[in-house]
């Protein structure tokens, strides 16, 4: 059975920093593309980044120049270190791989 846990959330105040983790179980995640996505307070689920298994990187316009996908392919884990962060990245962040399932994901608060 393929798990998707995601950690690392937290409440930070405008223009702080958080690392989340994307740890993958029952499936080597080396030869997948992984997406972050956020869903914002009564918004749908939003793209955020993408990194293919090439380490190719994509970013939605809100947060290019901000956010940083990474991946360890040892440790089946993929990342997103959010710098600057503003009130409007507040949202429930998830992780996924096309075709995978959709954990609980981590709750993202930036408010002073």
């Known amino acids: 059975q393929v798990q998707l846990i995601e950690s690392g959330g937290g409440l930070v105040q405008p223009g702080g920093s958080l690392r989340l983790s994307c740890a993958a179980s029952g499936r080597a995640i080396s030869r997948s593309d992984m997406s972050w996505y956020r869903q914002s307070p009564g918004k749908g689920r939003d793209f955020v980044a993408l990194i293919r298994w090439s380490g190719d990187t994509y970013y939605s316009d809100s947060v290019k120049g901000r956010f940083a996908i990474s991946r360890d392919n040892a440790k089946n884990t993929v990342y997103l270190q959010m710098n600057s962060l503003k009130p409007e990245d507040t949202g429930i962040y998830s992780c996924?791989?096309?075709?995978?399932?959709w954990g609980q994901g981590t709750q993202v608060t930036v408010s002073s």
């Open positions: 996924n791989f096309p075709g995978g399932p």
